[in-house]
C-alpha cells in the first residue's frame, strides 16, 4: 500500500459527459502530479500541483482541468468525454515538488475510466 | 514524442534465471532515472532508482546500469522469482523538473 488513495476504482459514462477523480496523497506529501496510461502505452503526465499552486502541465487537453484543495487532496475534472478517453489515470504524491533521489513519486492504484 | 523507450514489450525467463530488462533515452538532460514495477489492478511502486553520477545501483536481487554515453540504462533481476512476473517501467527526469517521463513497459513472466 502506496498511502495514495483514489476513487473511484472504475468509472463508466456516456460521451460528452464530465466526470471527477480524486486523489488524497501520501501523509504529509505535498506534490501531487496526475497521469494519464492508454491501452499498451506508458504514463503520459498531465498536470502536477505543489501545495495548492499548480506547478507544471505536461500534455492536458483543455477539456481537462485540476485543482489541490488546501487539505491538500486533488481532483481532476474531465469534460465532454470522447472515447478515446478510456484509460487509467493515476494519481502520484511526492514530498517536494522536484523530481530527483529522495522524492520518489508513489503512485495510487488508479481509476480506469471507459467512455461509451 | 517518446523520449523514454522500451523496445521490447515482453520477456519470458525461467525462474532462477537472470531477467534484463532494455530502457533507452534521447534527452541527454535527463540526469536520474527510476524503474518501476505494476502488478495488474495496482498502481506502479518504485524499484530502483540511479542518478547520472553512478553507472551502477545494486538493491538485492535488483541491479540498474547506467550507460551515460549510449544514452542506455538497463534492470538486472537476479535470480528471477514468480512475484517480479509484472510489468516494468522505465521513467527519467531531469534536475529542477518535476515530471517523469516513462516507457510504454515491458512484461516480464517468470515461468516455474
Known amino acids: 500500500d502506496s498511502g495514495v488513495t483514489q476513487t473511484p476504482k472504475h468509472l463508466i459514462t456516456a460521451t460528452g459527459q464530465r466526470v471527477t477523480l480524486r486523489c488524497s496523497p501520501r501523509s504529509g506529501d505535498l506534490s501531487v502530479y496526475w497521469y494519464q496510461q492508454s491501452l499498451d502505452q506508458g504514463l503520459q503526465f498531465l498536470i502536477q500541483y505543489y501545495n495548492g499552486e499548480e506547478r507544471a502541465k505536461g500534455n492536458i487537453l483543455e477539456r481537462f482541468s485540476a485543482q489541490q484543495f488546501p487539505d491538500l487532496h486533488s481532483e481532476l475534472n474531465l469534460s465532454s468525454l470522447e472515447l478515446g478517453d478510456s484509460a487509467l489515470y493515476f494519481c502520484a504524491s511526492s514530498a517536494t515538488g522536484l523530481a530527483g533521489p529522495f522524492n520518489e513519486q508513489y503512485f495510487g492504484p488508479g481509476t480506469r475510466l471507459t467512455v461509451t | ?112
Open chain 2, 1 to 112: 514524442d517518446q523520449q523514454v523507450k522500451q523496445n521490447s514489450p515482453s520477456l519470458s525467463v525461467q525462474e532462477g534465471r537472470i531477467s534484463i530488462l532494455n530502457c533507452d533515452y534521447t534527452n541527454s538532460m535527463f540526469d536520474y532515472f527510476l524503474w518501476y514495477k505494476k502488478y495488474p489492478a495496482e498502481g506502479p511502486t518504485f524499484l530502483i532508482s540511479i542518478s547520472s553520477i553512478k553507472d551502477k545501483n545494486e538493491d538485492g536481487r535488483f541491479t540498474v546500469f547506467l550507460n551515460k554515453s549510449a544514452k542506455h540504462l538497463s534492470l538486472h533481476i537476479v535470480p528471477s522469482q514468480p512475484g517480479d512476473s509484472a510489468v516494468y517501467f522505465c521513467a527519467a527526469s531531469y534536475s529542477n523538473d518535476y515530471k517523469l517521463s516513462f516507457g510504454a513497459g515491458t512484461t516480464v513472466t517468470v515461468r516455474a
